[in-house]
């Protein structure tokens, strides 16, 4: 199993710029996750998925959009690229409910000039 | 709300000493507490958690935990770092955020340096 995937690995856009980030996972996982992770900062919510075709918005969904087409895809959207999107995006997914663990993807390095 | 405080943003450590990596957080409600791991440059793996029943919990390498409710502590321990276990910590409490579905809440991480 390769467990979350993520690409691209790394990624410098111009502000502005539209990109998408994908995540992958084959553990038949229900739900997942985005992050982001800023020097400092910890690991700050995004937008999550409880299932295929449902998103909701977590810590710090301002910006940035999300799809759940298939169950073990889910991608990372943003329109409208900022300077302070700069940051390491990580994905994650679990089986869900009541404390189960969350595995991680090993995360994009994303600039935003 | 719910918070999360690591007390120490980074920990210089001799090899073979003692550690120890301090978490505190705040909950109106039961919560699940977690310890991951992020080696330089990877993602995050946990390394124990705390669901329920015996309040000390280990880990394969040697790191234990212990929930102290009255305290709202999960500090982690080891008894003898080696350089391989220079990283950084993140303390994670899980809430129900509705639906069915729990959130992770992380602390901003401790960074764990051992020096030979």
């Known amino acids: 199993n390769a467990g979350v995937t993520q690409t691209p690995k790394f990624r410098v856009l111009k502000t502005g710029q539209s990109m998408t980030l994908l995540c992958a996972q084959d553990m038949n996982h229900e739900y997942m996750y985005w992050y982001r992770q800023d020097p400092g900062m910890g690991l700050r919510l995004i937008h999550y998925?409880?299932?295929?075709?449902?998103?909701a918005k977590g810590e710090v969904p301002d910006g940035y959009n999300v799809s759940r087409l298939k169950k073990q895809n889910f991608l990372l959207g943003l329109e409208s690229a900022a300077p302070s999107q700069t940051s390491v995006y990580f994905c994650?997914?679990?089986?869900?409910?009541?404390?189960?663990?969350?595995?991680f993807g090993p995360g994009t390095r994303l600039t935003v000039l | 709300a719910q918070s999360v405080t690591q007390l120490d943003s980074q920990v210089p450590v001799f090899e073979e000493a003692p550690v120890e990596l301090r978490c505190n957080y705040s909950?109106?409600?039961?919560?699940?507490l977690f310890w991951y791991v992020q080696y330089p440059n990877q993602g995050l793996q946990l390394l124990l958690k705390y669901l329920s029943g015996s309040t000390l919990v280990e880990s394969i390498n040697g790191f234990e935990a212990e929930f102290n409710k009255s305290q709202t502590s999960f500090h982690l321990r080891k008894p003898s770092v080696h350089i391989s276990d220079t990283a950084e910590y993140f303390c994670a409490v899980s809430r129900p955020s509705g639906a069915g579905s729990y959130q992770l809440t992380f602390g901003k991480g401790t960074k764990l340096s051992v020096i030979p």
């Open positions: 994650a997914s679990s089986f869900g409910t009541s404390g189960r663990e969350q595995f």
């Open positions: 998925s409880v299932g295929e075709g449902t998103t």
């Open positions: 909950s109106s409600v039961s919560v699940y």
